[in-house]
């Protein structure tokens, strides 16, 4: 159980252009999901935290108008990276959370999807 | 900055050895420390979690020690094997009482044959 997916598990796209990325929890209802970047041997920073039915949370320093984020269900979240720069490709990885996934005392726990590849020309 | 500190950066053990990853942090508010393993190209998989009123968590050739006194806590994989090659990461909650996690910087682990 408690199994994340994303599409695309890999984009390629032309500077300028904007590129979205999906992120499902297949067999159980996601209250809250998480969008994560990674960089080539790196840990995972936060981006953001979106909750279903409400505007996301942005970590600090995280451009909102660049990343948009929409959880409008309780299974589907999406990123689209606006006017993509070569800066932008990374690698992007969602995670969630919802009621009845594993907990450890009042913790539920995060699943993770198994990311996507962005990159930008 | 609320940080967690992973130490080493990467591990070269041999099968049937013991690989030991270290983390530190600073927020004595943190109460709940997962580890996740990541294969390249994949997204990250708990592995094994603890909250810190125990000071030791096993769960198969993986086991958490955890030293609150010390702010410190590590992982154990014991005999390990070049299927557990892979990216480990400590973490723990960014806020008390919230569900976001900040990460540790990871380690690279390769076990040889």
């Given at each position: 159980?408690?199994?994340?997916?994303?599409?695309?598990?890999?984009?390629?796209?032309?500077?300028?252009?904007?590129?979205?990325?999906?992120?499902?929890?297949?067999?159980?209802?996601?209250?809250?999901?998480?969008?994560?970047?990674?960089?080539?041997?790196?840990?995972?920073?936060?981006?953001?935290?979106?909750?279903?039915?409400?505007?996301?949370?942005?970590?600090?320093?995280?451009?909102?108008?660049?990343?948009?984020?929409?959880?409008?269900?309780?299974?589907?979240?999406?990123?689209?990276?606006?006017?993509?720069?070569?800066?932008?490709?990374?690698?992007?990885?969602?995670?969630?959370?919802?009621?009845?996934?594993?907990?450890?005392?009042?913790?539920?726990?995060?699943?993770?999807?198994?990311?996507?590849?962005?990159?930008?020309? | 900055?609320?940080?967690?500190?992973?130490?080493?950066?990467?591990?070269?053990?041999?099968?049937?050895?013991?690989?030991?990853?270290?983390?530190?942090?600073?927020?004595?508010?943190?109460?709940?420390?997962?580890?996740?393993?990541?294969?390249?190209?994949?997204?990250?998989?708990?592995?094994?979690?603890?909250?810190?009123?125990?000071?030791?968590?096993?769960?198969?050739?993986?086991?958490?020690?955890f030293n609150k006194s010390a702010k410190q806590f590590s992982l154990h994989i014991m005999d390990s094997q070049p299927g557990d090659s892979a990216t480990y990461f400590c973490a723990a909650?960014?806020?008390?009482?919230?569900?976001?996690?900040?990460?540790?910087?990871?380690?690279r682990l390769k076990v040889l044959a």
């Open positions: 159980g408690a199994v994340v997916s994303q599409h695309p598990s890999w984009v390629i796209c032309k500077s300028g252009t904007s590129v979205k990325i999906e992120c499902r929890s297949l067999d159980f209802q996601a209250t809250t999901m998480f969008w994560y970047r990674q960089f080539p041997k790196q840990s995972l920073m936060l981006m953001a935290t979106s909750n279903e039915g409400s505007k996301a949370t942005y970590e600090q320093g995280v451009e909102k108008d660049k990343f948009l984020i929409n959880h409008a269900s309780l299974t589907l979240s999406t990123l689209t990276v606006t006017s993509a720069h070569p800066e932008d490709s990374s690698f992007y990885i969602c995670s969630a959370q919802g009621p009845g996934t594993r907990s450890i005392g009042r913790w539920n726990e995060q699943f993770f999807g198994p990311g996507t590849r962005l990159t930008v020309l | 900055q609320q940080q967690v500190k992973q130490s080493p950066q990467s591990l070269i053990v041999q099968k049937g050895g013991i690989s030991i990853i270290n983390c530190a942090y600073e927020n004595t508010a943190f109460d709940y420390f997962p580890w996740y393993q990541q294969f390249p190209g994949k997204g990250p998989a708990l592995l094994i979690a603890i909250r810190p009123d125990v000071s030791e968590k096993k769960e198969g050739r993986f086991t958490i020690s909650p960014l806020t008390s009482g919230t569900y976001k996690y900040i990460f540790g910087t990871g380690t």
